[in-house]
């Protein structure tokens, strides 16, 4: 194997690999949904498109680069588990709003025949409700949504991930 073709395939290696983890952590933790984390994402990529912009010619790193963009771009819209669509509620989720409000927040990201299962809501005392993604299922049992009213309007929201 040509020298050439060794740096290709270690190139190729290190990009999957970086998009490897990319995938799992938006897996774990739906991190491709926080901007910090892209960036050092992306920086690993330019890494490797600097490098190959060193050892090759411009017409292969722009199509590594290009590659490498467009599956940063895709991890960012794909949902590989419900912590996604977990998070995206939370975010949704605004001071002022009504329990009427909040559950129809809740249906719009986890409808019925929906994708994931709906999380389960449970409300200890009439100036709080507790949402749990999924308490059947291990991996996501301890991702948490702490909602507090006064007067029946959200006040405060805290999120606790697993």
Not at 43 to 63: D, E, H, N, P, Y
Not at 74 to 103: C, H, N, T, W
Not at 139 to 157: A, D, V
């Amino acid at each position: 194997m040509s020298a050439a073709r060794k740096r290709h395939v270690l190139l190729c290696t290190y990009l999957a690999f970086v998009v490897a983890l990319t995938f799992l952590f938006d897996y774990r933790a739906a991190l491709t949904l926080e901007w910090p984390f892209l960036m050092m994402a992306g920086l690993l990529g330019v890494f490797a498109i600097v490098l190959c912009w060193r050892f090759f010619k411009i017409r292969t790193s722009i199509v590594y680069a290009v590659a490498f963009i467009l599956v940063l771009a895709i991890a960012r819209v794909v949902e590989v588990s419900p912590v996604k669509q977990f998070k995206l509620l939370y975010s949704s989720l605004q001071p002022g709003f009504d329990r009427s409000q909040v559950e129809d927040v809740l249906k719009s990201h986890f409808p019925n025949k929906g994708q994931y299962k709906r999380p389960s809501a449970s409300s200890p005392d009439e100036n709080s409700l507790i949402l749990v993604l999924d308490e059947n299922d291990d991996r996501y049992n301890s991702e948490i949504i702490l909602i507090s009213f006064e007067r029946g309007r959200i006040t405060t929201k805290a999120y606790y991930p697993d």
